[in-house]
């Protein structure tokens, strides 16, 4: 039985599409690249800086320049352009009635991460808000933000505890912390995705996801 569950934020809890994507088109327009937001979905999960560089050709250096940029319009205007998936309020609501204890493990700044829940009247429900810190390091990825996360709550890696959310990278840092894993489809991560890296449970809404996190199993 579950009594403790991760949630990664973006494309978990809300839909960042509209800030995320605007904020990396900005970026890019500092370097002469220009690039329609509606295109940039596949860089909502993974660290900006592998997009960058993956994506785009940026070299370490151009990337972590170019984070900033995306920071300097996110700190700005993108943070707030998120909207809370339908019935996201009344699931955690009820999970935690249940006794549920709730955490958001986020590979967002912890600084942004804070702003958005705040704003979207999502903080109540959790115990903790675990984000990356803002300087680009190790320490923002997936699995040592899970690892910090159940550190600070006290909790050790263990089957009472369980990690949802729509990318690969939540779905390989829990596994790296050895919790199960729950890959939602309402977000931006494919089936065959999810599936790949061997997501234990999958589902295709915020009610199914529920029912799942109620049942403990």
């Given amino acids: 039985m579950w009594d403790t569950v991760l949630f990664d934020l973006d494309g978990t809890l809300t839909d960042p599409k509209e800030g995320i994507t605007n904020a990396f088109a900005y970026a890019l327009r500092h370097y002469g690249i220009e690039a329609d937001p509606d295109s940039l979905t596949s860089v909502i999960g993974p660290p900006l800086a592998d997009s960058f560089m993956e994506l785009y050709g940026l070299s370490p250096e151009r990337a972590g320049e170019a984070i900033g940029k995306y920071r300097e319009y996110f700190s700005f205007r993108g943070w707030a352009e998120n909207i809370p998936y339908p019935g996201i309020h009344e699931a955690l609501g009820a999970l935690r009635a249940q006794g549920k204890r709730l955490v958001i493990a986020t590979s967002k700044p912890e600084e942004f991460a804070l702003r ?23 320490a923002g990825r997936k699995e040592n933000v ?72």
């Fill in 116 to 138: 958005i829940v705040k704003h979207f009247e999502l903080y109540p429900f959790f115990t903790l808000v675990c984000g990356a810190p803002m300087t680009e390091s190790a």
């Fill in 146 to 217: 899970i690892a910090a996360a159940l550190e600070r709550i006290g909790c050790p890696a263990s089957d009472k505890a369980v990690m949802v959310g729509d990318r690969r990278h939540d779905i390989e840092g829990a596994h790296k912390n050895a919790l199960a894993a729950v890959g939602v489809l309402y977000g931006y991560g494919s089936r065959d995705e999810l599936a790949g890296a061997g997501a234990e449970y999958i589902t295709e809404s915020v009610q199914s996801l529920y029912e799942l996190l109620r049942q403990g199993r």
